[in-house]
């Protein structure tokens, strides 16, 4: 029978069977790793998205459990218990990445998508967070509901009682506020959506990129060949043709540099 | 047609591996002469009905309409002329094919050994594993639920070199939702020049092409005819065109959730003017001038399913000026048909 992870009534041992945690401390770890559910849960959105991020806590709180004994209780739970969980989600990234026609040729499209956040990227966005600080209450609530706990707009306005169109302009007026927190407009619009893309800013179930291409060139049609054609009397009443040959095949450069000259 | 439609019923009753099977499917379309194999690679036969989807259903229906004679006199002669235009216009083939090649375009399993036969332009038979056949069914339902048409739309800017990689994280393309798309379109209207903004109406799982530009013609190379013994030669200049301006060739399927895949295929062609010139007597004779036209190319060729209202945004360095970024951003957008009373007219809604 499968056992809940979550339920330590039991008493049994979690700890991989190593017993290498005393009963108090594990209880005290398991009550630490409860209290961080909340913050787990709003990491996980950020790093995959809401469709994922239940997939991504259940398996870190397992694996976490299973892993206490490599856990150092003196030291801060978060730090340990956020690697554990860039863990699952980067292993979960790779094994959507290998499924078959699901190609995101657009670099950093696939991470976006799914679970590739490096640390200081995951750092960065945490004191960011901390601009929502700036904003009025309702602003920050829908800001702080959709983006980082991937609600969508009609949720909010439900859980809120505020129109939808007034969700969105809260949204809207958030967004536009943190801009002016952060200065200037591109840099400040590179700083939300790298703050706050992972609830409902970017796509949020996979996007599927079979492939994209955007270039810009120049073309240059064929050199001239300055053809020949030779025609020999054949006899009094006409010319027969005999042959064409190109005069020259020359590249577009020999004309340009005027290197040019008849053969 | 009607052959193809009374054997259905026998078709999907039969046991898979039934030759007799495998042979009426060959006599139907050659195409599905492969259908022997496909048991052994664990792929399966069916017949789809996509009648409806691609008008046979109505085409069936006028010409039983007509044949017993069950329309008013003053309609009958229009009925008529409409099913000869159907017929004549090719109008359920183009939508049949259409089907196929969305199918063959946009399915996410892996569809090795995929095979369509088509018998006629309501029954699809599919050769293929249970995964695309899923698949199918999930297209033709969501093909089904969409009644609209598809608006794609692709806006180009030139912006300070710098700006996307800011805006965007350094990658070259990126995706965004209908929030940030309006921030994205926010940012770059005050601080960029909007190059082109070409957009396209179509139909789900049409193709639509659009071709807005300018041939402009160019002495491109001069044949000389020698005539020995003479001292002249007789150079006659070898004319060539050059196309400049835009084209778009896309098409769009619904693929449910709302969802909507894109294939788009986009040039923007431009001319250096004036042409350069070259002018060279070749050693002998009067003096002749070629032109060497330069056409600076941008084009973008993707493929991609979004969430509605969603967008994917690309960049570029200027080749010509490395000051600046090319922008290019793509977006479809379902345009519903309007219900209203009065009848006509679309509402954009997503």
Known sequence: ?263 | MMYALTIVPFLLLAPQEDPARVDVLRAIDPALTAVGETAAQDRRIRILDVADLTGADRLDALREAIENDLLDEEVRYAALGRYLDLIETGEMDTRVQGLVEAIETFCVPNTAGLRIGVPSPGVLIVAASESVHTWIDQFLAAMRGFDGQVLIAIEIFKVDAGTAADVWGGRTGVLLDEAHLGDLLVTLEGAAERVNAPAVLTNPAQHASLVVGEQIAYVKDYEFTVLPGRDVEIADPVIDVIQTGTSIDVIAVPVGDGRLAVEIQYAEARAETPFREFTTTLGVGNPVTVQLPELRVAKVNARFELDPGAAIAMSVKDPDDETKDIIVVMKASRIEAQRGTDGGGTDQRR
Do not use: C
Request: glycine share 8%; aromatic share 6%; no cysteine.
């Open chain 1, 1 to 263: 029978m499968r056992r809940d992870p979550l339920d330590f009534s039991s008493g049994t041992d979690l700890s991989d069977g190593s017993g290498s945690v005393a009963e108090a401390e594990r209880e005290e770890f398991a009550l630490r790793l409860v209290r961080s559910l909340p913050r787990l849960r709003r990491h996980a959105m950020r790093r995959v998205g809401p469709g994922r991020a239940d997939d991504v806590v259940q398996e870190t709180l397992v694996r976490a459990l299973q892993s206490s004994a490599t856990y150092d209780g003196g030291r801060s739970l978060w730090p340990w218990l956020r690697s554990v969980a860039d863990n699952v989600a980067a292993r979960q990234a790779e094994r959507e990445a290998r499924a078959p026609e699901a190609t995101d040729d657009i670099d950093g499209a696939a991470a976006d998508a799914g679970a590739h956040v490096d640390g200081s990227s995951d750092d960065f966005r945490e004191e960011a967070a901390l601009l929502l600080d700036h904003l009025r209450g309702p602003e920050r609530e829908a800001l702080e509901r959709h983006y980082l706990g991937g609600e969508s707009v009609a949720a909010i306005a439900d859980a809120t009682g505020a129109a939808v169109g007034t969700v969105k302009a809260r949204l809207s007026r958030g967004r536009r506020r943190l801009l002016l927190f952060f200065g200037a407009a591109a840099g400040a619009l590179a700083a939300v959506m790298a703050v706050l893309p992972r609830g409902a800013g970017e796509v949020q179930r996979a996007p599927r990129i079979y492939h994209a291409s955007f270039v810009i060139e120049h073309l240059t049609p064929a050199a001239p060949r300055f053809a020949r054609t030779v025609v020999v009397p054949k006899s009094t009443d006409g010319w027969r043709i005999e042959g064409a040959r190109p005069f020259r095949s020359s590249a577009p450069t020999d004309i340009e540099t005027g290197r040019l000259e008849p053969r």
